[in-house]
């Protein structure tokens, strides 16, 4: 804690923001300077509020070397105070997937890889001695549910630490530890238990407790004794965490006095997360099993923060889960009772925070998350089926889209409902909504699309998982995520998903007409098929291998073919040759109003009135053929096939 009391001067100061943790501190400074015998790689863990984030940003400040301006290092035990070096990079893995926290390290070294095995390879290539901390691995990933933090040991810390001029200092869950120090040969890796009695820190604990009672308005007694007492009480009963700590001190009545003689009943103190839950529960006049109803939709949340009127909202489908009501229906009379006093009872479990627009305005959404995520999994332990609360949770959610538009719908709902319903065991009946695909975080939904056994998975979810890789590399807003969602729907046959995504409201730049597979396309031209009595009908040129069914050979030396294909219908035009073709003529081109540039992975249509792009097709394997024809019509070809579209042209 910050500005810690201490009553005997000790020969060193305790470092101002930590407070303690000498021990820890020592190990972690030796790491810092690569002491002779100094591990490699040290992966910091403990239990869920132990203190472990508090203890690396501590930590991190003494190695920056603008915060150890701030601090007065000269009254720091020399020890604990690590070599003035650069900056270590400090990717922190909160919220990220593997792969983004791979690409992440790579911008931070400036490594022109193109697949995650060539950054650890890059990684391995660049000289020198290289400083990795990850903090906050067990937050890692969009989606609580997808076990992200196991992706990050195996694809990120386990290759980061097979590099041999990486050290690298992690923060991780207690498993992971175990795993990672298995795989790594010994003398490599050293583990930092904060719950393990070597690095356990009762004094710091003891100043903790001390500060916070000092801090509390109308607790301070007339025998500062009775308050060390009190403090000393406090962190016995705490272990070895400090969220546990905290709780205590937050948890006694507001302007009580510090017991005089220390008469303190022990006993009565918290000694862990859920018995603090219970206690300020009693000490309030209410239920404990009332106040977590209260914290349950928060315990279960997803992201950063649920929005405050939708958390009031999953309360009531959480009292209706326990009680038997159903998830429109309104609160028992406890619960609401205890919504009505929720800022008293709740306060010290909960924070909220104000959102602003891009530009720092407030927007009037305010946001409510769990002060700690420790509080959490006390909650989520307590549940008798979390499954069964998720589904109450999914079903108010779904609820609250207004007419089932997901474009209406609140961002907290609309981006992690897919999080709930994974829980659930529902997301795979999710996942047939063109609306949600189109409208929700595709780095989000991905990770929960992914977490979902494959042979759980139907086509739409398919095509999705396949899209969804250009939806995040080109940042699409929600109407190119529609455009190009809608096209592979008509890719993978599901036509009646594309014509779905069609009535979603959104004006699209293209109707994707028609698709085949078909291999080796080296070249695509629009032209006309003559006919005896009737105009030329609009078809597709198509240069392909010799042997293809249906294809007239040219007789040029490489073996090519020539295979026509109906613009309207998309049927081949078996036999069709050169000669039956006529070329749109270039001066029709010119005029057009939409012309066409093609690279490698992407195809834009321009407007030549405008000079400015009006749709853009990008894909994930190179285009091999590609022409607009001044109607509109256009074809392209990449090595899975060939597709037509009909491209609008651009609002006046």
């Given at each position: 804690?910050?500005?810690?009391?201490?009553?005997?001067?000790?020969?060193?100061?305790?470092?101002?923001?930590?407070?303690?943790?000498?021990?820890?501190?020592?190990?972690?400074?030796?790491?810092?300077?690569?002491?002779?015998?100094?591990?490699?790689?040290?992966?910091?863990?403990?239990?869920?509020?132990?203190?472990?984030?508090?203890?690396?940003?501590?930590?991190?400040?003494?190695?920056?070397?603008?915060?150890?301006?701030?601090?007065?290092?000269?009254?720091?035990?020399?020890?604990?105070?690590?070599?003035?070096?650069?900056?270590?990079?400090?990717?922190?893995?909160?919220?990220?997937?593997?792969?983004?926290?791979?690409?992440?390290?790579?911008?931070?070294?400036?490594?022109?890889?193109?697949?995650?095995?060539?950054?650890?390879?890059?990684?391995?290539?660049?000289?020198?001695?290289?400083?990795?901390?990850?903090?906050?691995?067990?937050?890692?990933?969009?989606?609580?549910?997808?076990?992200?933090?196991?992706?990050?040991?195996?694809?990120?810390?386990?290759?980061?630490?097979?590099?041999?001029?990486?050290?690298?200092?992690?923060?991780?869950?207690?498993?992971?530890?175990?795993?990672?120090?298995?795989?790594?040969?010994?003398?490599?890796?050293?583990?930092?238990?904060?719950?393990?009695?070597?690095?356990?820190?009762?004094?710091?604990?003891?100043?903790?407790?001390?500060?916070?009672?000092?801090?509390?308005?109308?607790?301070?007694?007339?025998?500062?004794?009775?308050?060390?007492?009190?403090?000393?009480?406090?962190?016995?009963?705490?272990?070895?965490?400090?969220?546990?700590?905290?709780?205590?001190?937050?948890?006694?009545?507001?302007?009580?006095?510090?017991?005089?003689?220390?008469?303190?009943d022990e006993q009565s103190l918290p000694a862990s997360v859920a018995q603090a839950l219970d206690a300020h529960a009693?000490?309030?006049?209410?239920?404990?099993?009332?106040?977590?109803?209260?914290?349950?939709?928060?315990?279960?949340?997803?992201?950063?923060?649920?929005?405050?009127?939708?958390?009031?909202?999953?309360?009531?489908?959480?009292?209706?889960?326990?009680?038997?009501?159903?998830?429109?229906?309104?609160?028992?009379?406890?619960?609401?009772?205890?919504?009505?006093?929720?800022?008293?009872?709740?306060?010290?479990?909960?924070?909220?925070?104000?959102?602003?627009?891009?530009?720092?305005?407030?927007?009037?959404?305010?946001?409510?998350?769990?002060?700690?995520?420790?509080?959490?999994?006390?909650?989520?332990?307590?549940?008798?089926?979390?499954?069964?609360?998720?589904?109450?949770?999914?079903?108010?959610?779904?609820?609250?889209?207004?007419?089932?538009?997901?474009?209406?719908?609140?961002?907290?709902?609309?981006?992690?409902?897919?999080?709930?319903?994974?829980?659930?065991?529902?997301?795979?009946q999710l996942l047939t909504d063109p609306g949600l695909f189109v409208h929700a975080d595709p780095t989000v939904?991905?990770?929960?699309?992914?977490?979902?056994?494959?042979?759980?998975?139907?086509?739409?979810?398919?095509?999705?998982?396949?899209?969804?890789?250009?939806?995040?590399?080109?940042?699409?807003?929600?109407?190119?995520?529609?455009?190009?969602?809608?096209?592979?729907?008509?890719?993978?046959?599901?036509?009646?998903?594309?014509?779905?995504?069609?009535?979603?409201?959104?004006?699209?730049?293209?109707?994707?007409?028609?698709?085949?597979?078909?291999?080796?396309?080296?070249?695509?031209?629009?032209?006309?098929?003559?006919?005896?009595?009737?105009?030329?009908?609009?078809?597709?040129?198509?240069?392909?291998?010799?042997?293809?069914?249906?294809?007239?050979?040219?007789?040029?030396?490489?073996?090519?073919?020539?295979?026509?294909?109906?613009?309207?219908?998309?049927?081949?035009?078996?036999?069709?040759?050169?000669?039956?073709?006529?070329?749109?003529?270039?001066?029709?081109?010119?005029?057009?109003?939409?012309?066409?540039?093609?690279?490698?992975?992407?195809?834009?249509?321009?407007?030549?009135?405008?000079?400015?792009?009006?749709?853009?097709?990008?894909?994930?394997?190179?285009?091999?053929?590609?022409?607009?024809?001044?109607?509109?019509?256009?074809?392209?070809?990449?090595?899975?096939?060939?597709?037509?579209?009909?491209?609008?042209?651009?609002?006046?």
């Amino acid at each position: 804690m910050t500005g810690v009391a201490t009553h005997s001067r000790p020969e060193y100061a305790p470092h101002p923001y930590i407070g303690g943790r000498t021990a820890a501190l020592r190990a972690l400074t030796a790491w810092r300077a690569g002491r002779p015998g100094a591990p490699r790689v040290v992966l910091l863990t403990g239990s869920p509020g132990s203190g472990r984030s508090h203890l690396l940003t501590g930590f991190l400040m003494l190695c920056d070397p603008e915060f150890r301006g701030r601090i007065a290092l000269d009254l720091l035990d020399p020890s604990t105070v690590p070599p003035e070096l650069p900056a270590p990079a400090v990717p922190s893995a909160a919220g990220l997937t593997a792969a983004q926290l791979t690409w992440l390290i790579a911008g931070h070294y400036g490594l022109r890889a193109t697949t995650t095995d060539e950054v650890y390879a890059g990684l391995a290539s660049l000289p020198g001695q290289l400083t990795v901390v990850v903090p906050d691995v067990d937050r890692a990933g969009p989606v609580r549910a997808a076990a992200e933090p196991d992706r990050v040991v195996r694809e990120v810390l386990r290759p980061l630490a097979a590099v041999e001029h990486v050290r690298l200092l992690a923060d991780v869950p207690r498993a992971a530890a175990v795993e990672l120090q298995a795989l790594l040969p010994a003398g490599v890796v050293q583990v930092i238990d904060l719950d393990a009695p070597e690095w356990a820190d009762p004094q710091g604990l003891a100043r903790q407790a001390e500060a916070l009672l000092g801090q509390r308005a109308g607790a301070e007694p007339a025998d500062p004794a009775a308050r060390l007492h009190l403090a000393s009480a406090i962190a016995r009963r705490a272990g070895t965490s400090p969220l546990v700590v905290e709780l205590a001190v937050a948890g006694l009545p507001t302007g009580a006095e510090v017991p005089a003689g220390g008469a303190v009943d022990e006993q009565s103190l918290p000694a862990s997360v859920a018995q603090a839950l219970d206690a300020h529960a009693y000490r309030h006049g209410t239920d404990p099993q009332t106040l977590r109803h209260l914290l349950t939709p928060l315990a279960l949340a997803e992201g950063d923060g649920m929005p405050a009127e939708l958390w009031a909202r999953l309360v009531g489908a959480v009292a209706g889960q326990e009680s038997g009501r159903g998830p429109g229906q309104e609160p028992g009379q406890d619960v609401s009772a205890a919504l009505a006093a929720a800022p008293t009872l709740i306060g010290p479990f909960v924070q909220s925070r104000q959102v602003h627009d891009a530009h720092g305005r407030p927007t009037g959404r305010t946001l409510v998350q769990l002060q700690h995520p420790a509080v959490g999994e006390a909650v989520r332990a307590g549940l008798r089926s979390v499954r069964a609360v998720q589904s109450h949770l999914a079903m108010a959610l779904l609820e609250a889209v207004p007419g089932q538009d997901w474009s209406q719908a609140d961002p907290y709902v609309r981006d992690h409902i897919a999080g709930h319903t994974l829980e659930a065991g529902l997301l795979p009946q999710l996942l047939t909504d063109p609306g949600l695909f189109v409208h929700a975080d595709p780095t989000v939904l991905r990770a929960a699309v992914e977490a979902v056994p494959a042979e759980q998975l139907g086509e739409p979810a398919r095509t999705y998982l396949h899209t969804v890789p250009l939806l995040s590399r080109t940042q699409a807003p929600a109407p190119a995520r529609a455009a190009l969602l809608e096209s592979a729907f008509v890719e993978d046959g599901l036509v009646e998903y594309g014509a779905a995504v069609h009535r979603l409201g959104i004006p699209l730049p293209w109707q994707t007409l028609w698709s085949v597979r078909l291999a080796g396309v080296s070249g695509v031209r629009l032209a006309g098929l003559v006919q005896r009595d009737a105009p030329p009908v609009p078809v597709a040129a198509l240069t392909v291998p010799a042997d293809t069914p249906g294809a007239r050979p040219l007789g040029t030396d490489d073996g090519a073919a020539l295979l026509v294909y109906d613009l309207a219908h998309g049927t081949a035009v078996p036999g069709a040759g050169p000669e039956h073709l006529v070329e749109h003529a270039e001066a029709d081109r010119a005029a057009a109003p939409l012309f066409l540039t093609r690279a490698r992975d992407q195809v834009r249509i321009w407007s030549r009135a405008h000079g400015a792009v009006t749709a853009s097709l990008p894909s994930e394997v190179p285009f091999t053929g590609a022409d607009l024809a001044p109607d509109g019509f256009l074809v392209v070809a990449t090595e899975r096939g060939v597709k037509a579209l009909r491209v609008r042209p651009p609002q006046a």
